[in-house]
């Protein structure tokens, strides 16, 4: 799958799941400045202990994401202008059929936009937006039974069309999926994705997607 770029503006990180040593270096240092928040009551062996216990589940659930396909997670390190977003997104790939070809590009959007998905231009790229309001699972970042807003972008890999990308964010917001809070998070998100690009030169066929996350100065 080709490369992709997104301009992405501070708090939000990337954790690379295709390299495995950017992958733990990633978490360790979302973990460190998830830390550097933490109560200044709690002891610093406990909070020693706390960040190895926490990167140690998060590497795990990580490998379990790129095993079933995901390529990229994002999530903010802390708050933006001092409230919590309580989001994040994975960019995934994955081949539905082997045998389809390009022209099957055009019935599946139609398809998705019978089930309520809109169509979104970004850049030239058509891409399919669906929206739900879901229940959280449970994770090691999110507690299980919470409501959050599901925001989905699908597109066929330009050259590729066998290969489907997924960008997929769930927010939790403030708690509510119908108020302001949540609402700006989400607004965040699609604004995210107006950036989106991909990457002309690079190489088509079988091989997972690479990423350029470009920060955002403001």
Same mark, same amino acid.
């Given at each position: 799958?080709?490369?992709? #770029?997104?301009?992405?503006?501070? %708090?939000?990180?990337?954790?690379?799941?295709?390299?495995?040593?950017?992958?733990?270096?990633?978490?360790?240092?979302?973990?460190?400045?998830?830390?550097?928040? #933490?109560?200044?009551?709690?002891?610093?062996?406990?909070?020693?202990?706390?960040?190895?216990?926490?990167?140690?589940?998060?590497?795990?659930?990580?490998?379990?994401?790129?095993? =079933?396909?995901?390529?990229?997670?994002?999530?903010?390190? =802390? %708050?933006?202008?001092?409230?919590?977003?309580? /989001?994040?997104?994975? +960019?995934?790939?994955?081949?539905?059929?082997?045998?389809?070809? #390009?022209?099957?590009?055009?019935?599946?959007?139609?398809?998705?936009? /019978?089930?309520?998905?809109?169509?979104?231009?970004?850049?030239?790229?058509?891409?399919?937006?669906? @929206?739900?309001?879901?229940?959280?699972? =449970?994770?090691?970042?999110?507690?299980?039974?919470?409501?959050?807003?599901?925001?989905?972008?699908?597109?066929? +890999?330009?050259?590729?069309?066998?290969?489907?990308?997924?960008?997929?964010?769930?927010?939790?917001?403030?708690?509510? %999926?119908?108020?302001?809070?949540?609402?700006?998070?989400? @607004?965040?998100?699609?604004?995210?994705?107006?950036?989106?690009?991909?990457?002309? #030169? /690079?190489?088509?066929? =079988?091989? /997972?997607?690479?990423?350029?996350?470009? @920060?955002?100065?403001?």
């Amino acid at each position: 799958m080709s490369s992709y #770029a997104l301009v992405l503006p501070p %708090p939000w990180v990337r954790i690379h799941l295709q390299e495995p040593d950017r992958m733990r270096e990633s978490v360790r240092a979302y973990v460190e400045a998830r830390a550097r928040r #933490a109560p200044k009551e709690i002891p610093p062996d406990q909070l020693a202990a706390l960040k190895v216990k926490l990167q140690g589940q998060l590497v795990r659930q990580l490998e379990e994401s790129r095993d =079933g396909g995901t390529i990229d997670y994002y999530l903010p390190s =802390g %708050p933006l202008h001092g409230v919590d977003l309580n /989001a994040s997104f994975v +960019v995934s790939s994955l081949i539905p059929d082997a045998n389809a070809d #390009a022209a099957q590009a055009s019935a599946v959007h139609t398809l998705l936009g /019978a089930e309520g998905a809109t169509a979104v231009v970004i850049a030239g790229t058509h891409w399919s937006r669906s @929206e739900a309001v879901v229940t959280t699972e =449970g994770d090691q970042l999110v507690e299980a039974g919470l409501p959050a807003r599901r925001i989905t972008y699908t597109t066929a +890999v330009p050259g590729d069309e066998r290969r489907w990308a997924l960008v997929t964010c769930t927010v939790i917001g403030d708690g509510n %999926p119908d108020s302001d809070h949540t609402q700006l998070v989400v @607004e965040l998100f699609d604004a995210i994705m107006t950036t989106w690009r991909w990457d002309p #030169a /690079a190489p088509k066929g =079988g091989s /997972a997607p690479s990423a350029t996350a470009v @920060e955002a100065t403001s």
